[in-house]
C-alpha cells in the first residue's frame, strides 16, 4: 500500500529554523509532491510543491521566501525547510502526492497524505 509519513515537527521559538521531512513509497517517485498545514479551525493550506524531477517549485504567499521544498528520489523523501518561523506558521503539516504538477495547489486533487506532524511556534 502506497504511503507517506510525515516527521521533524516539534517546538521552537520564534526566528528558529526546522526541517521536515516525508518519506514516500517508491510509488510516488514520479509524483509530484506537495506540503500543506492547517492550523486549530482553520483549512488545510497549500505551503509548498515540487515536482518529481526538482525541476519546478512553488510556495504559498504566506512561506515564500522563508521555506524550501526539496526532494531525493533515491531516500524517496521529500524536505521542507522551514527559516525564521513565525507563531503563525504553527499547524500540523501534511504531505501530499499527486500525479499531475497543474493541481498541485488543489488539496482534492492529491491522492495520498501523510498522518500529518506538528510544529508549534513559540514567541
Known amino acids: 500500500q502506497a504511503q507517506l509519513a510525515e516527521s521533524g515537527g516539534g517546538l521552537v521559538q520564534a526566528g528558529d529554523s526546522l526541517r521536515l521531512s516525508c518519506s514516500f513509497s517508491?510509488?510516488?517517485?514520479?509524483?509530484?509532491m506537495g506540503w500543506f498545514r492547517q492550523a486549530p479551525g482553520e483549512s488545510r493550506r497549500f505551503v509548498a510543491g515540487?515536482?518529481?524531477?526538482?525541476?519546478?517549485?512553488i510556495y504559498g504567499a504566506a512561506v515564500e521566501g522563508r521555506f524550501e521544498i526539496s526532494r531525493d528520489n533515491a531516500l524517496n523523501t521529500v524536505y521542507l525547510q522551514m527559516n525564521s518561523l513565525k507563531p503563525e506558521d504553527a499547524a500540523v503539516y501534511y504531505c501530499?502526492?499527486?500525479?499531475?504538477?497543474?493541481?498541485?495547489?488543489?488539496?482534492?486533487?492529491?491522492?495520498?497524505w501523510g498522518q500529518g506532524t506538528q510544529v508549534t511556534v513559540s514567541t
Open positions: 501530499g502526492a499527486l500525479k499531475l504538477w497543474r493541481w498541485v495547489k488543489i488539496q482534492s486533487k492529491y491522492e495520498a
Open positions: 515540487i515536482d518529481e524531477t526538482s525541476s519546478l517549485t
Open positions: 517508491r510509488t510516488f517517485s514520479d509524483y509530484t
